[in-house]
């Protein structure tokens, strides 16, 4: 089993519409999280972070965690073309370091 | 944004030679790292330092080394290139807000190429 998973896609989302990418991690002590969104041939750039269970919002993104289920989501609102990106779950362990283990990301397309 | 570059961002060498990339962060973090992203295996950790002269392995190091001299230079050797080593290298730095440990900045990245 991965240590964080997510769907690889692609996620074809109509423009306007919400966007819904998950991802599940298997370290029970992990404390925090992260999403990355990434366009081809850029760098990752942080989007979101979440802490704590619940929903965290930001502009058009919320962040949603479960701990009990080990569970990490993002939904984009109001869907735009130029979301149109990887899209990279990163989870930090519950080790003393602050090391990020990465999914291997999600491609979401949003259709005009 | 916390300024950091790599460096060269694309280079070719061959096989079997000796190849550094570079990493220069300008705001004095403690953390760094250097991660490999390939299609299909996402970002794997290679190396991480958390202070000057203090470095460890992550889950991909066979065939690299890195060095951290200064706060602010962390380098990644690759001994001997390999063409599995072909690859895209992101260098990363990290900090905290509010005590707690924030997500990291990545560099631009570095398009290696082994032939």
């Known amino acids: 089993q991965k240590e964080v998973e997510q769907n690889s896609g692609p996620l074809s989302v109509p423009e306007g519409a919400i966007a819904s990418l998950n991802c599940t991690y298997s370290d029970r002590g992990s404390q925090s999280f992260f999403w990355y969104r990434q366009y081809s041939g850029k760098s990752p750039e942080l989007i979101m972070s979440i802490y704590s269970n619940g929903d965290k919002e930001d502009g058009r993104f919320t962040a949603q965690l479960n701990k009990a289920s080990q569970y990490v989501s993002l939904l984009i609102r109001d869907s735009q073309p130029s979301d149109s990106a990887t899209y990279l779950c990163?989870?930090?362990?519950?080790?003393?370091?602050?090391?990020?283990?990465f999914g291997t990301g999600t491609l979401l397309a949003v259709q005009p | 944004d916390a300024g950091i570059t790599q460096s060269p961002r694309h280079k070719v060498t061959e096989t079997g030679t000796p190849v550094t990339l570079r990493c220069h962060q300008t705001?004095?973090?403690?953390?760094m790292y250097w991660y490999r992203q390939d299609p299909g295996h996402g970002l794997r950790l290679i190396h991480y330092s958390y202070g000057v002269k203090d470095t460890d392995k992550g889950e991909v190091s066979d065939g690299y080394s890195v060095s951290r001299s200064k706060t602010e230079d962390f380098l990644l050797t690759l001994e001997s290139a390999t063409s599995s080593q072909t690859s895209v290298y992101f260098c990363?730095?990290?900090?905290?807000?509010?005590?707690?440990?924030?997500?990291?900045?990545f560099g631009s990245g570095t398009r290696l190429t082994v032939v």
């Open positions: 990163a989870v930090r362990g519950s080790g003393a370091t602050n090391k990020l283990i």
């Open positions: 705001e004095n973090h403690r953390y």
């Open positions: 990363a730095i990290s900090e905290s807000k509010q005590g707690l440990p924030y997500g990291y900045t």
